[in-house]
Every structure is written in structure tokens, then in C-alpha cells.
């Protein structure tokens, strides 16, 4: 019987939003996230493992949480 174990993370950047769309294919699926407030959209690509996990279905309030060792920024 698997345990449900509570998630915490350091990452401290977390977007909430809907999910409108997602992509699946064999191994991994692309999700479509609206941000709340903004109507802005991120799109993320995870395992399909995970997206059967989480029984993603679009119309879920999620949240994207974005942890990245350095931010690029470039300028022509």
C-alpha cells in the first residue's frame, strides 16, 4: 500500500494557475499552465509518470514551482 507523503520544497518561486492544456505523448507530456492574475500561461514538460501521479486533468488548479541555479537574461 503506498504512503502519501506531504511535499515541501526550497523552492520559493511557485506560480499557481489552471492547467488548460496538456500534450501527452509516450514518455513525457507538455503542460499548459494559465497563471492567476495575469492570464499569463508557462508551459512545462514532465513525465508521463507524473502526470498519472498527480491525475493532472486540465482544469486543475496547480502550481508551477520554478527552481533554476541561475536566471539568463540577453539583449541584442
Given amino acids: 500500500m503506498p504512503v502519501k507523503l506531504r511535499r515541501s520544497l526550497s523552492a520559493r518561486n511557485r506560480l499557481k494557475g489552471t492547467v ?11 503542460v499548459e499552465v494559465k497563471l492567476a492574475g495575469t492570464g499569463d500561461r508557462i ?23 520554478v527552481k533554476a ?8
Fill in 43 to 65: 508551459y512545462s514538460v514532465i513525465t508521463m509518470d507524473a502526470v498519472n501521479e498527480l491525475k493532472l486533468k486540465v482544469g486543475d488548479e496547480v502550481a508551477a514551482v
Fill in 69 to 76: 541555479t541561475e536566471v539568463m537574461i540577453s539583449k541584442d
Fill in 20 to 30: 488548460t492544456k496538456i500534450k501527452k505523448g509516450l514518455v513525457v507530456a507538455g
